[in-house]
């Protein structure tokens, strides 16, 4: 018997290369099963809908942070007569956490689930569209017919305004002199004679950062404790900046000395009121500590060319008390608090300081946080503060900067969050009222019928 030879060729052979091109009946049915049943369930689901019935659906999963009531859905859906789920109502997420509203001049109230889509097992449901804002953004409307803001924005990285502060003509409002320029070259003299470089981070550091300042003040150190608890609490939750102050990032550098006798003692760094009081205590307390100085004869203060002064003997110890406060004085005000300050001459016998007027928030309709972007340099962003020599200058960066990350995620999601809700807030939380928690575990995990009827 001669044997059977098959090769996998022979046996390839063997099949119709044309079979499908033939009319069959089971690829009838298959042509009927893949096209006619879906297009009679469609016709089935619009009649249902017709009809104004939901039950057609079913629902998908609930956001990760509602997943839990999915065994309840009559919290958000009310029962109805005649159809098993109504509409959600905007009450029924109310119920639960408060949502103020967005501005006082938009012209409609969007319903919650149109801008929070229930059922598609969101991750973070406050992750809403691009679309439900350019709703009105696209073509901005308001009450009293004047948008205060750019009308019309489609997009991040496509159209959206440059940010207002660094319009032309906008100057920081701040008034304590700075030169960051002089402040950051190599070989600065420092403490001590010391020759030192500093870096942003000597003066600028996110608040809670429990490292210790190193050009800060010893002495002075509660005081600036108290401004930035202060200043915490007007900025929110986010870990914003600490105000430059002088005890933390000035002091070591900048001495307030007063007078030779009182070899490096310094002024309190206060009000001129306070500094004035101060040194009537300190000349009081030497001039009756060394009653003989009242006869000395004063050599003129070469520190301060501009006062060519005739040197006055005093005739008492009230008189030296009154003349030796006289010349500090004119030394802090034209000289030492001057580097840093405006002062201003006009009422009384003592100038008045200026105002500091530092910025703690430059964008104050948006959000922003240093944190998630630790891992740049500060002059990546910052790039004019190296070479700024005047507080006017504004030193945020512009949006083009942000651009290069923050863009419309593309198919591979190769850039940083771009939708609207990554920067601005849509609710004016400082609206938000307290809600009073009304469900049992029970009722909330589905294991009780819900008590409470919906208002
Ligand atoms: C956290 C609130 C919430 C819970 C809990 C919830 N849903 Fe929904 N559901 C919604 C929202 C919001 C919509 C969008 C409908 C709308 O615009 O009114 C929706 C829509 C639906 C729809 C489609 C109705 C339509 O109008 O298109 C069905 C069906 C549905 N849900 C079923 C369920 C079922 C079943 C449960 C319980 C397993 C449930 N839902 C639980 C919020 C909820
Ligand atoms: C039974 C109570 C309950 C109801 C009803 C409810 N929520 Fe929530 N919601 C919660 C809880 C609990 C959380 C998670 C804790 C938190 O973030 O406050 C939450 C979180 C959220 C969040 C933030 C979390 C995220 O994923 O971004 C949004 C947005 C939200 N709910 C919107 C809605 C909307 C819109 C409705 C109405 C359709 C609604 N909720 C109905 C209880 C409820
Ligand atoms: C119902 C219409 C409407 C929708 C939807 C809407 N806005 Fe607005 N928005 C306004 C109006 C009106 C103003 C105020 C304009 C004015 O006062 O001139 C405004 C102002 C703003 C401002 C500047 C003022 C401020 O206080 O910060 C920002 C930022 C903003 N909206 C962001 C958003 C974002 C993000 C969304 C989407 C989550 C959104 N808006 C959705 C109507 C809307
Ligand atoms: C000697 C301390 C010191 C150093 C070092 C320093 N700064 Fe400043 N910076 C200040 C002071 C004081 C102010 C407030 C006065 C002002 O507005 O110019 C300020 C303000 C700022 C502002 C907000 C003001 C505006 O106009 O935008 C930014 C941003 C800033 N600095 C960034 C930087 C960066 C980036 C570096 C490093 C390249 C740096 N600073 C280094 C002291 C310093
Ligand atoms: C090296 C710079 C520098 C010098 C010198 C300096 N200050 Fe200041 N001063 C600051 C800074 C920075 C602030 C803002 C934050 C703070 O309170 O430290 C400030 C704030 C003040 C304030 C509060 C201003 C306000 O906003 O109400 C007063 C008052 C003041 N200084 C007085 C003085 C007096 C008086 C002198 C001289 C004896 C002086 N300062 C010297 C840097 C300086
Ligand atoms: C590490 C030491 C050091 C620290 C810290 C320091 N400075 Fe200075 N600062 C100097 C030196 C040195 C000069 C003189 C530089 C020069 O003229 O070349 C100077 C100069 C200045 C001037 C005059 C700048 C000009 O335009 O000539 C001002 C104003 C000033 N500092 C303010 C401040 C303030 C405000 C702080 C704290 C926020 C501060 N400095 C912190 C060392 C320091
Ligand atoms: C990467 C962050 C970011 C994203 C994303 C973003 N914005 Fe902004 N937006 C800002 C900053 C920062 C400002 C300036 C805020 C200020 O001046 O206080 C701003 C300003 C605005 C303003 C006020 C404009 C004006 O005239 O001063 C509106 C309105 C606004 N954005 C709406 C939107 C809308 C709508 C989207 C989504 C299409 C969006 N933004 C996306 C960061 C962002
Ligand atoms: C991703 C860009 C970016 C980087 C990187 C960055 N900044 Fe900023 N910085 C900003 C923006 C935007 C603001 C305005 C925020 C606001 O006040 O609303 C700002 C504000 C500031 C201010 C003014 C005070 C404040 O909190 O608003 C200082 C000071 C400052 N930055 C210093 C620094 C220093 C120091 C570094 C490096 C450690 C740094 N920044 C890195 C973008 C950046
Ligand atoms: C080098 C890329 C890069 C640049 C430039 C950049 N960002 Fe970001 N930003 C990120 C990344 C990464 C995150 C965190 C991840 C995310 O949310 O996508 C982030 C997060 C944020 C957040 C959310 C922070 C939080 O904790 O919720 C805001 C707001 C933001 N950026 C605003 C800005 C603004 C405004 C600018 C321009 C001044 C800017 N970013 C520039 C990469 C960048
Ligand atoms: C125009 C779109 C829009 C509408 C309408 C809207 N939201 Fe929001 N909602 C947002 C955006 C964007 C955020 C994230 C930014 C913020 O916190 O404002 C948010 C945040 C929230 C959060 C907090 C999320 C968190 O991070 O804790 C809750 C809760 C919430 N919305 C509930 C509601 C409820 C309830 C309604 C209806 C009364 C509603 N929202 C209407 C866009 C919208």
Partial sequence: MSQRTRTTKTLAKRIDLQYFARPHPFRRWRLWLSVGVPLIALGWVVGQRAEGGQKAYSSGPLAHSHAVFTQQCGLCHVARTGAFFAHVSDQACLTCHDAPVHQPEQTFTPQCSSCHVEHQGAIRLAATSDASCMQCHANLRTRDGQP???????????QHPEF????????DPGRIKLN???HLQPNLMGPNNTRVEMSCDDCHRATGSGETWPYASTELHSAALKLTSQDLNQRGSKAPMVPPAFAWHCAACHTLQFDNRFGNAQVPHDKPEVVHAFLIKQFGEYIAAHPAAVHEVEASNRELPERARIPRVARNA????????????HLLWLKTCKQCHTLNFTGGPLPEVAKSSITARWLPHAEFDHQAHRAMACTACHTRAPNSRDTADILVP?????????????????????RCFECHQYHDWSKAKRTKGRFSIPELRGTARLRMPKN
């Avoid at 205060?148 to 496509?158: K, L, P, Q, V």
């Avoid at 942000?402 to 198919?411: K, V």
Wanted: with cysteine.
């Fill in 180 to 182: 960051h320029y002089v």
């Fill in 148 to 158: 205060h803001y750019a009308a019309s924005i489609g997009g991040f990285d496509r």
């Fill in 318 to 329: 009230s008189e030296w008390v009154e003349f030796r406060v006289e010349d500090a004085e």
């Fill in 398 to 418: 512009s949006i083009q900067i942000c651009q290069q990350c923050h863009r419309e995620q593309g198919p591979m999601k190769e850039s940083a969050e771009g």
């Fill in 164 to 171: 207002s502060v660094l319009a032309p003509g906008r100057t």
